[in-house]
T-cell receptor
Framework: EPEVTQTPSHQVTQMGQEVILRCVPI?????FYWYRQILGQKVEFLVS????????KSEIFDDQFSVERPDGSNFTLKIRSTKLEDSAMYFC????????????FGPGTRLTVT | GNSVTQMEGPVTLSEEAFLTINCTYT??????LFWYVQYPGEGLQLLLK?????DKGSNKGFEATYRKETTSFHLEKGSVQVSDSAVYFC?????????????FGTGTQLKVEL
């Protein structure tokens, strides 16, 4: 069964450093998403991406964040200058869009900013 | 905006007990409703969904009915097993077709003991 994959599973970085989180969505899917979950809190939407552009973003997704689909298979989330409060589990998701919002999630990347 | 409220956890039950996890929502129009499950160390998996009022979603013995009059989507299972131990998330997506972001509740941890 096709699945969404994410790398790395755990990333530790120092405050102020840039990180790139990588995702490979399901191959025939058209919509891509990033969510995050701070420990003990709810899963929060960050950004959605369709047709090679951002379709919606939350207030969390400020100028420090960017997304890219560089090669037709990978979907990346970049944080330019990490802050302590960026420590969270980051989930990538994708959907074909043909069924109402049935999104398939990856296993997540745990980002720890020290 | 959209929001989801679900009962606080953790919930601890004995095997074969009846499970109810309450979920209520606030949304404009007619959203689609979902239950996702997160097993330890894994990503979010879609458990069941309902896309219109009075629809009942069901999977693996779990079920939930979309109640527009009470804006609720409570998750139930008649007889839980130890393997059901996980975190359960109620979520909704806007009514405007595919590609919509998910809005999640805070999650309810379920622990089933022998």
């Amino acid at each position: 069964e096709p699945e969404v994959t994410q790398t790395p599973s755990h990333q530790v970085t120092q405050m102020g450093q840039e990180v790139i989180l990588r995702c490979v969505p399901i191959s025939n899917h058209l919509y891509f998403y990033w969510y995050r979950q701070i420990l003990g809190q709810k899963v929060e939407f960050l950004v959605s991406f369709y047709n090679n552009e951002i379709s919606e973003k939350s207030e969390i997704f400020d100028d420090q964040f960017s997304v890219e689909r560089p090669d037709g298979s990978n979907f990346t989330l970049k944080i330019r200058s990490t802050k302590l409060e960026d420590s969270a589990m980051y989930f990538c998701a994708s959907t074909s869009g043909t069924e109402v919002a049935e999104q398939y999630f990856g296993p997540g990347t745990r980002l720890t900013v020290t | 905006g959209n929001s989801v409220t679900q009962m606080e956890g953790p919930v601890t039950l004995s095997e074969e007990a009846f499970l109810t996890i309450n979920c209520t929502y606030t949304a404009t129009g007619y959203p689609s409703l979902f239950w996702y499950v997160q097993y330890p160390g894994e990503g979010l998996q879609l458990l069941l969904k309902a896309t219109k009022a009075d629809d009942k979603g069901s999977n693996k013995g779990f079920e939930a009915t979309y109640r527009k009059e009470t804006t609720s989507f409570h998750l139930e299972k008649g007889s839980v097993q130890v393997s059901d131990s996980a975190v359960y998330f109620c979520a909704l997506a806007g009514p405007t077709g595919g590609g919509n972001k998910l809005t999640f509740g805070t999650g309810t941890q379920l622990k089933v003991e022998l």
